[in-house]
């Protein structure tokens, strides 16, 4: 497994958008972000181009990480936007040098395709945790705590269930402690990647789940989705987080009852109530790396991506 090494004072961030097209003053902000904790940032050549719901072409949005990918000088890659378009480009990026000098990469959502793609194909683990886009209400609070020491520290992640900051998913829990490699994601992205180049071995893994403005009967069509592909054959547990605005506007399904049916019926350990996702506050974890999901304790342990420098 390639390990990135953790942020130092002065290191260079570049910031590309791979998916949908971003504003130009949330590029700004996480610029400024960057500058106070000490690091340089350094905006992809496309990163502010508009193309239909997109930043820019596939060619376009390709080249910016590629270019990140390839740069000695670059020592991570922080996403702009989630929202569609990172399936489009998943295939062609440049697996060999991800290989050979491994960056950390942080985002969410749609970066999911990517986050399986360099799994899969370079052995990278990754930082699940905010878009430059997904600003938190207030400086420098739960969402930017947690992706900088997600970057900048070689220390374990403790997220614990939180009926507040992941009310919807709170009561979705069985009871155990299972450990495993961390793996997932958005869980409508998971399923469009059934039958992709990217299949993640989940046997033995703790699949991470989260979504957003998803009713519950699509959520369901993406778990059948998955269980029919056999994506959740052999798992060791499941985390759940945030599924923001998910709500049947007749109320006659709910979320939890969702998640519960087919999650429940795998026999392994289940935690939801996870602040990981699309909430007003998320916390940046690992994937690609071991964890340890305490469903009675009520938490999700992660090791870090990032070795120190």
């Not at 130092?8 to 949330?26: K, Y």
């Not at 740069?71 to 702009?80: F, G, K, S, T």
């Not at 964890?291 to 992660?302: C, E, K, N, R």
């Amino acid at each position: 497994m390639a390990r990135p090494k953790t942020l130092r004072e002065g290191d260079l961030v570049a910031l590309v958008a791979p998916s949908g097209w971003v504003r130009e003053e949330r590029v700004a902000a996480q610029v400024r972000v960057l500058e106070s904790w000490g690091l340089r940032a350094r905006v992809g050549a496309r990163a502010l181009h508009r193309h239909t719901f997109l930043a820019g072409t596939d060619g376009e949005r390709l080249a910016d990480f590629n270019d990140a990918l390839r740069d000695p000088e670059v020592r991570a890659i922080w996403c702009l936007r989630g929202g569609y378009g990172a399936q489009r480009i998943a295939d062609d990026l440049d697996f060999a040098a991800a290989r050979t000098d491994p960056k950390l990469i942080i985002g969410f959502s749609d970066v999911t395709a990517l986050h399986l793609a360099l799994w899969c194909a370079a052995g990278l683990p990754t930082v699940h945790g905010p878009t430059a886009s997904y600003p938190e209400p207030g400086a420098a609070g739960h969402t930017e705590a947690g992706a900088r020491h997600a970057l900048t520290t070689d220390e374990p992640v403790v997220v614990g269930a939180d009926r507040t900051l992941a009310a919807e998913t709170f009561a979705v829990r069985t009871r155990g402690r299972a450990s495993g490699t961390l793996l997932g994601g958005n869980l409508t992205v998971l399923a469009t990647s059934v039958g992709g180049g990217h299949r993640p071995d989940l046997t033995g893994a703790i699949l991470l789940v989260e979504d957003v403005t998803e009713e519950p009967y699509r959520l369901d069509r993406y778990l059948v989705q998955l269980r029919r592909a056999g994506w959740l054959d052999g798992l060791a547990g499941v985390a759940v987080g945030q599924f923001t605005a998910c709500a049947d506007p007749d109320g006659r399904a709910t979320v939890p009852a969702v998640l519960a049916e087919h999650f429940g019926a795998l026999g392994v350990p289940v935690l939801g109530g996870l602040p990981i996702g699309h909430g007003t506050a998320q916390t940046a974890v690992g994937l690609g790396v071991p964890a340890i999901l305490d469903a009675d304790a009520g938490t999700l342990t992660v090791e870090p991506v990032a070795a120190a420098a």
